[in-house]
């Protein structure tokens, strides 16, 4: 349904995912990623944040946009909804993510993410499809 599952491993939750496309994948990832962050509440359209990253390889990119979601939710309480990405290549993504302000008062709070390893990570196509796996640290 939602494009992702959960795999619990000891102190870390694993996202993996598949996308018909490398962005489908790397927003199925996000997804994930987000619905660990926040379980629930109302969310509405406030801000927007332009994105431009560049890596060596598919990992490395996903890694560093997982890692990024993650610090501007931590820094500055963006949650992210809805993502425009115009360019995704296994070295470079570009686009824009809406959001929301993380309020308590309107967010239920989930697993506090503290980071995103590079442990069995992995980005491969398979049978016609991308394929992407993560583990965060909890």
Same mark, same amino acid.
Do not use: M, N
């Given at each position: 349904?939602?494009?992702?599952?959960?795999?619990?491993?000891? !102190?870390?939750?694993?996202?993996? $995912?598949?996308?018909?496309? %490398?962005?489908? &994948? =790397?927003?199925?990832? +996000?997804?994930?990623? *987000?619905?660990?962050?926040?379980?629930?509440?109302?969310?509405?359209?406030?801000?927007?944040?332009?994105?431009?990253?560049?890596?060596?390889? !598919?990992?490395?990119?996903?890694? $560093?946009?997982?890692?990024? %979601?993650?610090? &501007? =939710?931590?820094?500055? +309480?963006?949650?992210? *909804?809805?993502?425009?990405?115009?360019?995704?290549?296994?070295?470079?993504?570009?686009?824009?993510?809406?959001?929301?302000?993380?309020?308590?008062?309107?967010?239920?709070?989930?697993?506090?993410?503290?980071?995103?390893?590079?442990?069995?990570?992995?980005?491969?196509?398979?049978?016609?499809?991308?394929?992407?796996?993560?583990?965060?640290?909890?």
């Amino acid at each position: 349904q939602h494009g992702y599952t959960f795999l619990e491993h000891t !102190a870390d939750v694993g996202i993996s $995912a598949t996308g018909r496309t %490398l962005t489908e &994948l =790397f927003v199925h990832l +996000a997804k994930g990623l *987000i619905a660990l962050l926040v379980e629930g509440g109302q969310r509405e359209l406030r801000q927007t944040r332009a994105i431009h990253l560049t890596a060596p390889d !598919a990992e490395s990119l996903l890694l $560093a946009w997982l890692q990024e %979601l993650l610090f &501007l =939710f931590s820094t500055e +309480a963006f949650l992210p *909804i809805d993502y425009q990405l115009d360019l995704v290549t296994p070295t470079a993504l570009r686009g824009q993510i809406k959001g929301d302000t993380f309020d308590l008062t309107r967010h239920l709070p989930g697993r506090e993410v503290k980071a995103i390893t590079r442990y069995l990570l992995k980005v491969e196509p398979r049978g016609g499809v991308w394929y992407g796996r993560v583990l965060v640290d909890i």
